[in-house]
């Protein structure tokens, strides 16, 4: 049985109800965040609170809860939920109002409800047993506030499903200058000649954590070259190695782009360092 936390409360996930006159169902009005956890031990914590919490004050919800409170909530659910390889979920909705009006109101408290769910175990760096991914591309066609991790996600939803459909793990998103920005749920990165590079951090992508971290592993060990900066479409189909990163994949190899082996089809060599850097760092943050 899933135990969840609703406002106050830990409670089986069948208890947990909200208005449907809740913000976040009319309008999706509201912040979220997804935390890996592999047998208790959390990944990038402080960055996925602080991200949320910037999120909140962008869109002007006000809810006063530190670090500590949140500390609190995520690890008694990685406890009640019975540890193992966890995604714990917060999310943050504007809260309940009487009337469906567009302007923020007043003096309505935010709802905040998490859950945890089984999340894969984590990548290993070994060519032989990490999962591949197989992606498609379309025009990046959401909104111009991808900074924000808006529990709005009809747009990211339906950039998935275009991969989906054509039995694709993700959807790489260009803009209309037929620059990467990132994928439906992950951020995106490509490999040249040994020479790391992703697009920086703008409107157009989401400032993901574990792109945070693993830019932070790369540039202490400093033996992989990294660049912030724009990836044309002509870089991504001749590219040597793609991959995406996401809290629940973590570095994941991309063997296959619009149909067509990335470099020589199969996980490559700076794909196996970082992913070790990767491993062996992602607890200090
Ligand atoms: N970009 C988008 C659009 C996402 O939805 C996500 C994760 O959900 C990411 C990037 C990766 O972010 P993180 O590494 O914080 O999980």
């Not at 031990?41 to 960055?47: A, R």
């Not at 749920?185 to 989401?206: E, R, S």
């Not at 945070?212 to 790369?218: A, G, P």
Request: net charge negative.
């Amino acid at each position: 049985m899933s135990i969840v936390f609703l406002n106050d409360a830990f409670m089986p996930m069948e208890e947990a109800k909200i208005s449907p006159m809740d913000r976040g169902f009319l309008f999706g009005d509201g912040i979220y965040e997804v935390i890996p956890s592999y047998d208790t031990k959390l990944v990038g914590f402080g960055p996925h609170i602080d991200r949320m919490q910037e999120g909140m004050d962008l869109i002007g919800i006000k809810l006063d809860w530190d670090h500590a409170k949140w500390a609190q909530v995520v690890n008694t659910l990685i406890e009640k939920n019975g540890g193992g390889n966890l995604g714990i979920y917060l999310h943050v909705s504007r809260g309940t109002d009487s009337k469906r009006f567009h302007a923020y109101p007043d003096n309505v408290a935010p709802t905040v409800y998490a859950f945890a769910f089984e999340i894969p175990p984590a990548n290993v760096a070994d060519k032989a047993i990490a999962k591949t991914y197989k992606v498609n591309s379309t025009e990046d066609l959401r909104w111009k506030r991808c900074h924000i991790k808006s529990t709005a996600l009809l747009g990211n939803v339906m950039h998935f499903q275009h991969g989906f459909a054509e039995g694709c793990n993700e959807t790489l998103l260009f803009n209309a200058n037929n620059e990467l920005t990132e994928a439906s749920a992950c951020n995106a990165y490509i490999v040249k000649d040994g020479v790391i590079a992703t697009p920086p951090l703008d409107n157009q992508i989401l400032p993901g954590i574990t792109r945070l971290i693993l830019l932070d592993i790369l540039a202490k060990d400093g033996s992989l070259k990294v660049e912030e900066r724009v990836v044309t479409m002509d870089e991504v189909e001749n590219a040597d190695e793609i991959w995406v990163t996401s809290s629940s994949k973590e570095v994941a190899p991309v063997v296959e782009f619009n149909g067509k082996p990335v470099g020589d089809g199969k996980i490559g060599d700076v794909w196996l360092k970082a992913q070790a850097l990767y491993s062996a760092g992602k607890y200090n943050y």
